[in-house]
Nanobody, 124 residues
């Protein structure tokens, strides 16, 4: 059974930083691409970032490019999302998602397995 457990969220002031983690189980993490999506208040799921199976390829939403960094440690079976220069608009529940292949592809994020999420709140 695929299981994804996110952690690291919290309350932070604008301009602050957080590091999110995702601990997967139930599949061979090093063989599949992963991603992060978020859902802000009253909004739908939004892609944030994607990473291929070995970390060589990444992609970011324009809204977070240059501020967020996705990475993975296949030896530790962990996916990360470093959030820097946080803005109030980044307030959302953040979820890690699992692709079904080694590379990421265009997909409706609601169709991919995801965890329970970790809340990020940016407020002064």
């Amino acid at each position: 059974e695929v299981r994804l457990v996110e952690s690291g969220g919290g309350l932070v002031q604008p301009g602050g930083s957080l590091r999110l983690s995702c601990a997967p189980s139930g599949f061979t993490f090093s063989l599949v691409a992963m991603g992060w999506v978020r859902q802000g208040p009253g909004k739908g799921l939004e892609w944030v970032s994607q990473i291929n199976h070995n970390g060589a390829l990444t992609d970011y939403a324009n809204s977070v490019k240059g501020r967020f960094t996705i990475s993975r440690d296949n030896a530790k079976n962990t996916l990360y999302l470093q959030l820097d220069s946080l803005q109030i608009e980044d307030t959302a529940m953040y979820y890690c998602v699992k692709f079904s292949s080694s590379g990421y592809y265009s997909a409706d994020p609601s169709t991919l397995p995801r965890g329970q999420g970790t809340q990020v709140t940016v407020s002064s």
